[in-house]
């Protein structure tokens, strides 16, 4: 898909080359950001308590967006509940690379509608470009209904498992990148930029239908993706979650991590431990002298919702996972895949409201608004 000022960009470089026969320098990727920058920002920025964000009506990323099933006034309402009973300033939200290439620009304008739904509600997002978890055969139109009592289980992937084994077509994604990040790269409204969930996850649940190698090729794609989103130089900071073992040694068990580690402006991770294992994974992560961001956490009983007083206390931004029951059905544990159940999960897995704005639980709604509170008035 190309847009108009990609056009133009295009006719002004072949005006040059007109005139200059000589080829082109290459671009040279904006540099990572300097601890101080990346603390600068964290200065500016209010402490970041929200949710990973799918509408209850949505089973997956593709669901959210495509605009047969766009649902802009759930989106409005649910963002309203995060606001008014959790204190939530703001939201991690999964995009897909096949929107912008059925939709192009018509799929930016839903992100366009998102963010001023959000930003009436006092909230930022953090969009998320790709994602290495679940299924890795994504098709746009009408998705899968789920499968009853299983957790997430019409989540894709982004790309793909056909594009990532073939490092040919990896190019195919630039324009993505570059238009998603060009449109939003100077929006307040756009708090971070997380470039790749859970990049080289292991995925068992669909492990026959990986890529040979997924791990260093992932780790090959994620360089061109950081390079694609530095070239366009946003305001905001880029990055990509540890997830896979975050303590002592992380930076060296695996190429895709050392590249989150060596290229993130800001450090993300996910831990669902706790409150040991939290504890020691903000010390280790708190070496590399950047700010943290946990931008995935709570899976009770071991990941309790008491665990947001650590992160306040640490001034790590906390972005738990699932807002409203719904179609992602994440109120269901990861076991579920293997474990078969039936009815009601007690307690839920993730996720805080039922479909009507109810709290799961109303103490930890309570909690974590007088958190929210605390940290508003500088008191963690």
């Not at 479909?355 to 940290?375: C, I």
Request: one cysteine or more.
């Amino acid at each position: 898909m190309t847009t108009a000022a990609g056009i133009l960009a295009r006719q002004a470089v072949q005006a040059l080359r007109a005139r200059d026969p000589r080829p082109a320098p290459p671009l040279v990727p904006r540099a990572r950001w300097s601890e101080g920058q990346a603390h600068e920002w964290a200065r500016r920025t209010p402490w970041l308590l929200g949710a990973n964000f799918n509408p209850s009506t949505a089973g997956n990323q593709l669901e959210m967006w495509q605009a047969a099933t766009f649902d802009l006034p759930t989106i409005d309402r649910e963002l309203g509940w995060a606001a008014e009973q959790f204190g939530m300033n703001s939201m991690r939200v999964f995009l897909h690379d096949l929107l912008w290439q059925t939709d192009g620009d018509a799929f930016l304008d839903r992100v366009e509608q998102v963010l001023e739904v959000a930003d009436r509600h006092g909230i930022t997002v953090m969009p998320v470009l790709f994602d290495g978890i679940w299924d890795p055969q994504p098709r746009t139109g009408v998705q899968r209904e789920p499968r009853p009592f299983v957790h997430n289980s019409t989540w894709v992937q982004s790309p793909g498992a056909a594009v990532l084994a073939d490092p040919r077509r990896w190019d195919s994604l630039r324009p993505y990148v570059e238009a998603v990040v060009g449109r939003f790269a100077h929006d307040p409204r756009v708090v971070v930029w997380d470039l790749f969930n859970e990049p080289d996850s292991p995925n068992p649940a669909y492990r026959r239908l990986e890529p040979a190698g997924k791990t260093a090729l992932v780790a090959q794609l994620l360089e061109r993706v950081f390079d694609w989103a530095a070239e366009v130089d946003p305001d905001q900071p880029l990055t990509v979650g540890i997830y896979n073992g975050t303590k002592r040694g992380a930076e060296r068990n695996r190429a895709a991590a050392r590249v989150m580690f060596e290229r993130s402006d800001v450090l993300t991770f996910h831990c669902y431990e706790g409150r040991r294992g939290l504890e020691a994974t903000i010390e280790h992560l708190s070496s590399f002298g950047r700010p943290l961001v946990c931008t995935e956490w709570l899976g009770r009983t071991r990941s309790p919702v008491e665990l947001v007083e650590v992160l306040a206390r640490h001034g790590v931004g906390a972005y738990s996972w699932g807002l409203v029951d719904g179609r992602s059905q994440t109120k269901f544990p990861w076991t579920s895949w293997y474990r078969r159940r039936r009815g009601e999960p007690e307690p839920w897995f993730h996720d805080l409201l039922h479909p009507d704005g109810t709290p799961y639980s109303a103490d930890e709604a309570a909690l974590f608004r007088r958190v929210a509170l605390g940290m508003k008035n500088g008191q963690p």
